[in-house]
C-alpha cells in the first residue's frame, strides 16, 4: 500500500484543458437537474398517494371515532373527517418537501432546459413513471374494490328479496370481480383490511337476516351464532335502512370476529 502511495504525484494524473473541465462540470449540473426533476415526480405522485390513503383510512375509521366522539354520528362527519385528513397529509408533505428543497436554491433555466431535451431524461422518465403510475393505479383500484364490495353486498341482499340490482350496482360488483381476477386479493389485505372474506361474509349475513339465503338459514338456526349475528339491534337498524356500507366498516364486526367458533363457521360459508 506504501509504495502505491508514494508513486502517486500529480505529474502522473491527466491534466484537463478547460473546455473539458468546464463539459464535465456542465455535465453533472445537467444531470443533478435531471434527477431533481425525476424526485419531484416521485415526491409529488408519493405526497398524493400518502394524502389519498390518510382520507381512505380516515373514512374507514369515521364510524367507530363518530361513536367516541359523539353521541349521534352527524351526518357531515363521514365527509369532514376524510377531507380534513387528506388536506392536512398534502400540506404537510408539501411543506415538509419545501424546507428540504429550500437549501437547493432556484433551478438554472439554460441547465433544466438542456435537461428536457436530453434522450436519456426522456427513457429515465419513461421507466421512472412506472413507479408513481403503479402506486396512482393501485390507489384507484382499491378505492373501486371497496366501491365494489359494498355494491356486492347490496346485490346480494336484494337478489334475495328478488328486486331490480340497478345497472351501476352490478357494474360495480362485477368491477371488483374484475380487480380481484386481475390482481390477488392479498395485495389489498393491509391497505383495505374492512373488505376480507370473513367480514364480507359476516356482512351479508348481517343484511340480510331478516330474509336471509338457504345457506344462511342454516347458519342461523345455530343458538349461538344467531345470538351473535342478530343480538345488537344498531346493526339490523342499519340493515333495514339499507347502509351496507356503515355495516362493513362497524367496529363491532370485529368484536363479532373474535369468537373462534363464528370464524369457522363463516370460513366454510360461501354467500
Known amino acids: 500500500m506504501q509504495p502505491f502511495i508514494s508513486s502517486l504525484n500529480l505529474e502522473n494524473i491527466p491534466q484537463l484543458s478547460l473546455g473539458t473541465a468546464a463539459l464535465l462540470i456542465f ?13 419531484r415526480i416521485l415526491w409529488g405522485t408519493t405526497v398524493l398517494c400518502l394524502s389519498g390513503l390518510a382520507a381512505f383510512f380516515s373514512w374507514q375509521h369515521a364510524h367507530s371515532l363518530a ?9 357531515w362527519f363521514s365527509i369532514a373527517l376524510p377531507l380534513l385528513s387528506f388536506l392536512f397529509v398534502f400540506f404537510l408533505l408539501r411543506a415538509v418537501s419545501r424546507f428540504v428543497a429550500r437549501p ?21 422518465t419513461l421507466l421512472l413513471s412506472l413507479i408513481p403510475t403503479s402506486l396512482l393505479w393501485f390507489a ?31 357494474f ?39 330474509d336471509p339465503a338457504p ?7 345455530v343458538p349461538a351464532i344467531k345470538t351473535i349475528i342478530l343480538g345488537d339491534p344498531d346493526l339490523r337498524q342499519l340493515a333495514r335502512d339499507g347502509r351496507y356500507s356503515d355495516i362493513l366498516r362497524d367496529p363491532r364486526l370485529d368484536q363479532m370476529l373474535e369468537n373462534d367458533n363464528l370464524r369457522e363457521v363463516l370460513q366454510d360459508l360461501d354467500l
Open 67 to 75: 361513536q367516541q366522539w359523539f353521541k349521534q354520528e352527524p351526518s
Open 215 to 221: 345457506k344462511a338459514t342454516a347458519v342461523l338456526e
Open 104 to 124: 437547493l436554491g432556484e433551478s438554472n433555466d439554460e441547465t433544466a432546459e438542456h435537461g428536457r431535451r436530453s434522450p436519456t431524461r426522456w427513457v429515465v
Open 172 to 210: 360495480l360488483a362485477k368491477l371488483k370481480q374484475d380487480i380481484e381476477g386481475a390482481v390477488p386479493s392479498d395485495w389489498f389485505s393491509k391497505v383495505d383490511p374492512l373488505t376480507s372474506d370473513l367480514r364480507m361474509t359476516l356482512a351479508k349475513l348481517i343484511s340480510s337476516a331478516d
Open 140 to 170: 384507484g383500484a382499491t378505492l373501486l374494490r371497496h366501491a365494489g364490495s359494498v355494491a356486492e353486498i347490496k346485490t346480494y341482499v336484494e337478489g334475495i328479496a328478488k328486486q331490480p340490482v340497478s345497472d351501476q350496482t352490478a
Open 27 to 39: 455535465g453533472a449540473i445537467a444531470s443533478l437537474a435531471v434527477l431533481r426533476g425525476l424526485l
